[in-house]
């Protein structure tokens, strides 16, 4: 069997202070050194896991039956199903009153337009189809969908390990994705960085709850919505070895609550650049718990 190894290391800088600028910057740069070592990698160990994007809105009076529905799925596969809140569309508008925390992200506003997203909540599983739709606006689908899937079917793994300096407020992000079968199609991979525990107000039927706990929320796409190339031939590049860097400087808007780094984490999707089906995805705080 062959096996296609990727090195990707990812430097993100973040910088405290109260500036209203455009950011977060992105840009590619060259390799830089690091002293990471990953632990060997043992075959046998890796899951098959899943992703559920979930499309919601603070202003949105049912999203929380979908949050809820999330929790239960989280309840039911643990670690091997990866939650993203994806704040989008009219539902996550914001306004000077009650809703004036930002949840809203240009990446997650492509993914719902791309997705086709029209009912809130609605999630999308895998990136695939279930009964010839991606966005799925019933929540009793989304179980279902999950459970048709092939778990047994692992095309890689991914391991991740961050490195963050609290003095500094530097961050450094690194992956290693290793291919376990032969796959000829081209492979992206994209980074998310999402947050748990996030205290803002929520439409909830007909009330408003103002301590709602928004959880698995996307701050940011680290190198874009749909990451970059792993492989971009049809043979699958076997053995190829690929370092890229992506540094990342972000300075916090005073508007806006900053992030918590103690209740983010990473998410890294392997994907096909074709189909957009998701081969593999792996999570990791960034305090490597």
């Known amino acids: 069997m062959k096996k296609i190894v990727f090195s990707i290391i990812i430097m993100l800088t973040f910088f405290s202070g109260c500036d209203k600028i455009e950011g977060p910057y992105l840009a590619e740069s060259s390799a830089i050194d690091t002293d990471v070592d990953f632990p060997p990698l043992d075959t046998n160990a890796v899951f098959r896991k899943i992703l559920l994007e979930e499309f919601t809105g603070h202003?949105?009076?049912?999203?929380?039956?979908?949050?809820?529905?999330?929790?239960?799925?989280?309840?039911?596969?643990?670690?091997?199903?990866?939650?993203i809140a994806v704040h989008a569309g009219f539902f996550s508008s914001?306004?000077?009153?009650?809703?004036?925390?930002?949840?809203?992200?240009?990446e997650g506003q492509t993914l719902a337009s791309d997705f086709s997203v029209n009912s809130y909540p609605s999630a999308v599983i895998e990136r695939t189809l279930y009964h010839n739709q991606m966005a799925m606006s019933t929540v009793s689908d989304w179980g279902a969908a999950i459970s048709h899937l092939n778990r047994n079917d692992v095309p890689a793994a991914i391991q991740i390990i961050?490195?963050?300096?609290a003095v500094t407020q530097n961050l450094s992000v690194h992956t290693l994705t290793t291919a376990l079968q032969d796959y000829t199609s081209p492979v992206k991979l994209a980074l998310y960085i999402i947050e748990d525990q996030i205290i803002a107000p929520q439409q909830?039927?007909?009330?408003?709850?103002?301590?709602?706990?928004?959880?698995?929320?996307?701050?940011?796409?680290?190198?874009?919505?749909?990451?970059?190339?792993?492989?971009?031939?049809?043979?699958?590049?076997?053995?190829?070895?690929?370092?890229?860097?992506?540094?990342?400087?972000?300075?916090?808007?005073?508007?806006n609550t900053p992030w918590n780094i103690a209740h983010c984490q990473v998410v890294a999707i392997l994907f096909d650049s074709e189909t957009h089906e998701v081969l593999q995805v792996e999570r990791k705080s960034l305090n490597n718990e």
Not at 162 to 165: G, I, L, N, V
Not at 214 to 227: C, D, E, P, Q, S
């Open 59 to 83: 202003l949105c009076p049912n999203c929380p039956d979908g949050a809820q529905e999330v929790h239960n799925l989280c309840q039911r596969y643990g670690d091997t199903l990866v939650p």
């Open 204 to 255: 909830v039927h007909s009330i408003v709850d103002t301590f709602y706990v928004h959880n698995h929320v996307l701050r940011k796409a680290i190198n874009g919505a749909y990451g970059h190339f792993l492989t971009q031939s049809e043979e699958g590049d076997a053995g190829l070895l690929r370092t890229h860097t992506y540094p990342l400087s972000y300075r916090f808007d005073c508007q």
């Open 94 to 106: 914001v306004s000077s009153g009650l809703f004036s925390y930002n949840f809203q992200t240009e």
């Open 162 to 165: 961050s490195q963050y300096d």
